[in-house]
């Protein structure tokens, strides 16, 4: 059995995590691999004791499975992992900051092949198995809305500049 750590993490990152992991929905524990750039943080996360940690009962808990190394074999082996409460608040800042960057190359590459935003919006939720309800319906389009706003302020600071030097 691998090892596994427990942390909080939002529904939609859930659903982000087992399809950036490539993990089948019905596992019990995420698979974490040194592959993804996600698996090599939250490796870097992991905090060893001798004695197992008190944490609280989370709310919306994902459990992620640890690859064993030649490196870490001992160490998983000898002590109690799990990830403090302050890292876990990083790892999820990092998770979603992730989960809207691919939200944003999912809208260009939509929009680059001419697709309305209602399609793409419904493609992603599909192709990441996120529960397509109105609230994550919502969540993706105000992530589309502030970028394409984004995008013309950049433009118009851009146009700006090329008038006023």
């Known amino acids: 059995m691998k090892p596994q750590v427990t942390i909080e ?18 596992e019990e524990a995420i698979t974490v691999t040194a592959a993804n750039d996600l698996g090599k943080l939250i490796q870097s996360m992991i905090t060893v004791s001798d004695r197992p ?6 709310e919306h808990p994902v459990t992620l499975a640890l690859p064993v190394q030649e490196w870490n074999h001992f160490i998983f082996q000898e002590n109690f992992i799990y990830i403090p409460e302050w890292k876990q608040r990083m790892l999820r800042e990092y998770i ?60 118009d600071r851009d146009i700006q500049l090329s008038l006023f030097p």
């Open 96 to 155: 979603e900051a992730s989960y809207r960057i691919r939200i944003r190359e999912y809208f260009i590459a939509g929009y680059e092949k001419g697709y309305k935003q209602d399609r793409i919006i419904r493609a992603f939720l599909y192709a990441y198995n996120i529960k397509n309800n109105a609230i994550n319906y919502d969540a993706v389009k105000k992530y589309d809305y502030r970028n394409r706003q984004r995008m013309v302020k950049e433009v």
């Open 53 to 58: 940690p008190k944490q609280a009962i989370k």
């Open 9 to 26: 993490l939002p529904p939609h990152l859930h659903d982000y995590l087992y399809h950036e992991f490539g993990t089948p929905r019905g």
